[in-house]
Every structure is written in C-alpha cells, then in structure tokens.
C-alpha cells in the first residue's frame, strides 16, 4: 500500500507565501502522477495542481499563476503557493495514481489557514 505523508500547512496571512511537500512511501513503484488537491466544509474536494511522471503540469484557475507544482523524486513533491488569498483555506490532500492500478492513494491532509 502507498502512505502519504503531507506537511508545510498553517496559518499565513493573505499575500504570504507557503509550501507543502508530500512524500510517499511503500508501493511507489509505477506512480504515474501525483498532485495536490483541497477540501472545505460542505465541498468536494478539488484539483489544485497535479503533475504527472514525465513532468507535465496541470491547475487550477485559480491558483494558475501563484502556485507551482514541482516533483523533487520520484516520489516526492512540493506545492508552493504564493501570494495566499483567504479563499485558498481549505484541508489540502496529496494524492497518487498509479500505472495499472484504479485507486486513489490519498494523504491525511495539512490544514492551511489564509488569513485576510
């Protein structure tokens, strides 16, 4: 089984500037993409920005511009987020998807607080 471990949340006042890292352990082999996404009360979670094994990138429109995606490993990735709006607080999921494989590999999340 994959684990996810997430890390880099808190609280940051708008304007500020954060970054998470995720780091996955176990069954990595074959991992086609890992990406970010966030979740607030009484929402679906959503994609924020994801990147796929041979470096391609995707965001969200929202964050286009202020967030970076970046892989440092195989199976390691960051997500800087710069220039926080309080609209980007949410409970933010690393994720995995694996060549052959269905599911969905999720982290327990980070909180991130974006205060105005």
């Known amino acids: 089984q994959v684990r996810l471990v997430e890390s880099g949340g808190g609280l940051v006042q708008a304007g500020g500037s954060l970054r998470l890292s995720c780091v996955a352990s176990g069954m990595i082999f074959s991992i086609n993409a890992m990406g970010w996404y966030r979740q607030t009360p009484g929402k679906q979670r959503e994609l924020v920005a994801a990147i796929t094994s041979g470096g391609r990138t995707n965001y969200a429109d929202s964050v286009k511009g202020r967030f970076t995606i970046s892989r440092a490993s195989v199976n390691t990735v960051y997500l800087q987020m710069n220039s926080l709006k309080p609209e980007d607080t949410a409970v933010y999921y690393c994720?995995?998807?694996?060549?052959?494989?269905?599911?969905?590999?999720w982290g327990q999340g980070t909180q991130v607080t974006v205060s105005s």
């Open positions: 994720n995995v998807r694996k060549a052959g494989d269905s599911r969905d590999y």
